[in-house]
């Protein structure tokens, strides 16, 4: 199936690792450009190296707006147009209420919600010229919270009501924005986490899936939210707008 990418630009926020990368090595395969970017200078040189001269990785802080701003208009001026954006940046935090704090749920928002509204804002006359889309990553919890779950659970939810209210402002432009709910997928978190507890990553992921009980038994591959991120960035998806697509194995009692 041609997906129709070819000669396309992206943008793709907290791209350097895990799933952003894995979107982006998909964008790439299909001969878009992509433009990404992380916090962490080690990250940003090792995703240039890999992914080659189809991409502009830029080390940038996505909560101070400079920063942001700079990120935007340097994917601009290199490829010259914008057809999709990704706000994919985000950390876990997830605790009881009654242990966390005014400025974690602050910190929270400004990277989660306050960001990707940021540049959502820079984009759209771009993404109305192109007809373009926009994707917002987010958590199952935004949908279905467990207890102990806030922040997080909170800033997700305040995402997916931001993709359905900006939907149908931007339908009538032929701009699609849609979200990704993602369940227990292998990520750079989760290897990082296990390394901390001196324990082998496959059998961090089969204790996550017997705990959550996942449906479909395993953890997701960084592989499969990208084929579908990049199906949905695609014209292949031109009648899909304002959706909030669940990708957990069958994890989430909401559809």
């Known amino acids: 199936m041609d997906l129709e990418l070819?000669?396309?630009?992206?943008?793709?926020?907290?791209?350097?690792?895990?799933?952003?990368?894995?979107?982006?090595?998909?964008?790439?395969?299909?001969?878009?450009?992509?433009?990404?970017?992380?916090?962490?200078?080690d990250k940003v040189a090792e995703a240039a190296a890999m992914l080659g001269p189809n991409a502009l990785v830029v080390q940038t802080d996505v909560t101070k707006t400079e920063q942001l701003d700079a990120f935007f208009d340097q994917a601009l001026t290199t490829f010259g147009r914008l057809d999709g954006v990704v706000n994919n940046a985000g950390r876990s935090a997830?605790?009881?209420?009654?242990?966390?704090?005014?400025?974690?749920?602050?910190?929270?928002?400004?990277?989660?919600?306050?960001?990707?509204?940021?540049?959502?804002?820079?984009?759209?006359?771009?993404?109305?010229?192109?007809?373009?889309?926009?994707?917002?990553?987010?958590a199952v919890k935004g949908k279905a919270p467990d207890a102990g779950s806030t922040p997080t659970a909170a800033s997700r939810a305040a995402g997916l009501a931001m993709t359905k209210a900006l939907s149908g402002e931007l339908a009538p432009h032929g701009v699609r924005v849609n979200a990704i709910l993602i369940g227990l997928?292998?990520?750079?978190?989760?290897?990082?986490?296990?390394?901390?507890?001196?324990?082998?990553?496959?059998?961090?992921?089969?204790?996550?899936?017997?705990?959550?009980?996942?449906?479909?038994?395993?953890?997701?591959?960084?592989?499969?939210?990208?084929?579908?991120?990049t199906y949905l960035l695609s014209a292949r998806a031109s009648y899909l707008t304002g959706v909030g697509i669940n990708l957990d194995g069958g994890l989430s009692p909401l559809p």
């Open 94 to 138: 997830a605790t009881p209420l009654l242990d966390s704090s005014d400025e974690e749920w602050r910190e929270d928002y400004e990277l989660k919600v306050i960001a990707a509204v940021h540049l959502i804002r820079r984009a759209i006359p771009e993404l109305i010229q192109s007809r373009g889309a926009v994707l917002n990553i987010l």
């Open 6 to 41: 070819s000669g396309k630009a992206f943008i793709i926020t907290g791209g350097t690792e895990g799933l952003g990368l894995a979107l982006a090595q998909s964008l790439i395969s299909e001969g878009a450009n992509v433009t990404l970017c992380g916090r962490r200078a």
């Open 185 to 229: 997928i292998k990520s750079g978190q989760w290897t990082r986490r296990a390394d901390a507890m001196s324990m082998a990553h496959d059998d961090l992921y089969g204790a996550i899936v017997q705990h959550q009980g996942i449906p479909l038994g395993r953890v997701g591959e960084a592989s499969e939210f990208a084929d579908l991120a």
